[in-house]
């Protein structure tokens, strides 16, 4: 899956918008501007090391997809350099109050009334976003993460409308506080929480009845991505929000399965929280660095009541291999919700979809109301913004009759 590779996983400085050469003679172009011994070579490649493709590759793979660009005739530093024989360097100009919005100084006034205060504000939001996130990481050493901590004693009746209705719902005192918090700390919480959410979501629109009543559940999450579902290495405690929204469930096995994954581990029993310790209540987690038609193939199988995908890009990677996982998923029979970062990419799935004959409870993909609350500048296009989760499609089975 493409779970979360659009965006950088530190703070931004300026965003990578589409260059006119591509990555590679991006790169190709880099080495050969640092081998050269001329004392007037670019600033931005003058403090790297000499030895730069052996030991700074990451810096200077950033340094290379994160220069400026203009928005306007999209050309960056390195296009500029190599039309430019005398190798005068560029002069470069953004908004002063975001820091985005770059341009070469040929094209700044042709773009400014582009760069609407919509625009202008969500990159500030954004920024400050991530400025909160990178912080408590640096202070706290762990990524940021908030998680209700009580259990329910019975279900909801029917799941939150939204990220507000949630929020009071299972933490009301924080919530009552929340104009004493930081801006960003509700939205920072919905990274994580988005991912829970979202299952439980699709859970109350499939089948409430059944998934407030079963005693074991076992949820497969399907293509799981460093940047996204394993974010620091490994999924946190997080997922026992699961279980506290579900107290029928006394044991939960979470499967997480894809060729990112980058890890094999058997199913094994996670910490818990004293109240579900105190119960006897179970989490598991298993990781299988297989693609899911090969799990499904595998001794190892255990049959999901719930299957997730997150951000999939199912669309663009419709391979022999996502036709042959798709139809282990639909002979399964059970229920399973997809997500993708925007409405494009999210009726994009819904085609493949309805191409193998799945059935799809809507007519179409829909705004997930438990959507990441963080915009991530799009890497592709100019002033455009993506959500994790923002879109999804249920699904379970084949149609009638196919």
């Excluded at 202008?120 to 996130?133: D, L, P, V």
């Excluded at 190892?300 to 798709?326: C, H, Q, R």
């Excluded at 309805?354 to 592709?380: C, M, R, Y």
């Amino acid at each position: 899956m493409r779970a979360f590779q659009r965006a950088s996983k530190g703070m931004p400085d300026m965003p990578f918008m589409g260059n006119k050469l591509s990555v590679g003679n991006k790169f190709a172009r880099f080495k050969e501007m640092n081998e050269e011994e001329s004392a007037s070579r670019s600033s931005l490649l003058k403090d790297l090391p000499r030895n730069t493709l052996d030991v700074s590759w990451t810096m200077a793979r950033n340094l290379v997809i994160r220069s400026p660009c203009c928005a306007i005739c999209e050309k960056s530093d390195y296009d500029f350099d190599m039309d430019n024989s005398s190798r005068v360097e560029t002069e470069w100009k953004c908004c002063p109050r975001c820091n985005y919005g770059w341009c070469c100084a040929e094209h700044f006034e042709e773009y400014q009334p582009k760069h609407t205060a919509e625009i202008c504000n969500t990159y500030i939001r954004a920024t400050k976003i991530e400025r909160f996130r990178y912080n408590h990481t640096v202070n706290q050493g762990d990524r940021f993460f908030f998680i209700p901590e009580h259990p329910l004693a019975t279900p909801m009746e029917s799941f939150p409308k939204d990220w507000d209705e949630y929020f009071q719902c299972r933490t009301p005192m924080e919530y009552g506080m929340r104009h004493g918090l930081p801006d960003e700390f509700f939205p920072s919480a919905t990274f994580l929480l988005s991912q829970v959410n979202t299952c439980l979501y699709g859970m109350y629109e499939h089948d409430r009845d059944f998934f407030t009543t079963v005693e074991e559940l076992t949820i497969h999450v399907v293509g799981p991505a460093f940047g996204f579902e394993c974010e620091g290495g490994s999924p946190t405690c997080i997922w026992e929000e699961i279980m506290h929204c579900l107290p029928s469930v006394k044991r939960m096995n979470v499967i997480f399965v894809g060729p990112e994954t980058k890890m094999t581990m058997p199913l094994g029993q996670m910490a818990s929280c004293p109240d579900c310790s105190a119960k006897g209540r179970i989490r598991m987690q298993a990781f299988h660095e297989l693609t899911y038609h090969d799990y499904y193939a595998s001794e190892e199988f255990i049959k999901p009541d719930f299957v997730v995908a997150f951000n999939t890009g199912m669309f663009e990677e419709y391979t022999e291999s996502w036709k042959k996982s798709l139809e282990v998923m639909l002979t399964l029979d059970v229920p399973c919700i997809f997500t993708s970062y925007n409405k494009h990419e999210g009726d994009a799935d819904f085609d493949v979809l309805t191409e193998v004959n799945a059935q799809k409870l809507t007519d179409a993909s829909v705004l997930n109301p438990f959507h990441v609350n963080i915009p991530f500048a799009d890497d592709g296009c100019f002033d455009k913004f993506f959500r994790c989760n923002m879109y999804c499609i249920c699904f379970r089975g084949r149609t009638t009759g196919k």
